[in-house]
């Protein structure tokens, strides 16, 4: 990836999981972003942490 920060949609395509999802994980501070003006970013770093790492507090809200 390119970017250092992807936007909701752009996170939940690559997580396979709904934005619904993601804007839950920011309501609930479970997951680090920064809101540009009106949008939220998540980090790509992060991202692709959860992609490689084992299940963790986050993949449990996420996967169940």
């Keep these: 990836m390119n970017k250092e920060m992807l936007s909701v949609k752009e ?3 690559v997580l396979g ?5 993601i ?3 920011v309501k ?5 972003y920064t809101r540009i003006g009106r949008s939220i970013k ?3 770093s992060y ?3 959860i992609s490689k790492n084992p299940i963790n507090d986050t993949q449990r809200f996420i996967f169940g």
């Excluded at 999981?17 to 999802?21: H, P, S």
């Excluded at 609930?28 to 680090?32: D, E, F, G, L, M």
Aim: aromatic residues 4%; charged residues 15%.
């Design 11 to 13: 996170a939940a395509q």
């Design 17 to 21: 999981v709904c934005r619904m999802t």
């Design 42 to 44: 998540i980090p790509v």
């Design 28 to 32: 609930a501070n479970s997951i680090p």
């Design 23 to 25: 804007y839950r994980m």
């Design 47 to 49: 991202i692709e942490g």
